[in-house]
Nanobody, 120 residues
Framework: VQLQASGGGLVQPGGSLRLSCAVS????????MGWYRQAPGQQRELVAT???????NYADSVKGRFTISGDNAKNTVYLQMNSLKPEDTAVYYC???????????????WGQGTQVTVSS
């Protein structure tokens, strides 16, 4: 099982980016998926999560600017980031809680990070 993240890049303040994260491999179910970020010298922090009941959770710092959504058919989660600020600069990591089999408990998996840089 792999989580493949994409969509990072360099954007000016006030700009937008869309991150994608796709789960590949054989799985039984996705419990939740989300995005975390880690800025240099900082701890990794939660950005947004999307559960399989479509409930969402956002960090206060991104509420109203970021939107998390999913495509169940593609086992993919997206993070639409608008009104980006320099303080949003970080490596963004995709995370998913997956159940590989009906007989196994769910575990968390991480994708590789994708760099988001907000700078003029």
């Amino acid at each position: 099982v792999q989580l493949q993240a994409s969509g990072g890049g360099l954007v000016q303040p006030g700009g937008s980016l869309r991150l994608s994260c796709a789960v590949s491999g054989s799985i039984f179910s996705i419990i939740d998926m989300g995005w975390y970020r880690q800025a240099p010298g900082q701890q990794r922090e939660l950005v947004a999560t999307l559960a399989n009941d479509d409930s969402t959770n956002y960090a206060d710092s991104v509420k109203g600017r970021f939107t998390i959504s999913g495509d169940n058919a593609k086992n993919t989660v997206y993070l639409q980031m608008n009104s980006l600020k320099p303080e949003d600069t970080a490596v963004y990591y995709c995370n998913a809680r997956l159940q590989l089999s009906r007989y196994l408990v769910a575990n968390r998996y991480w994708g590789q990070g994708t760099q988001v840089t907000v700078s003029s």
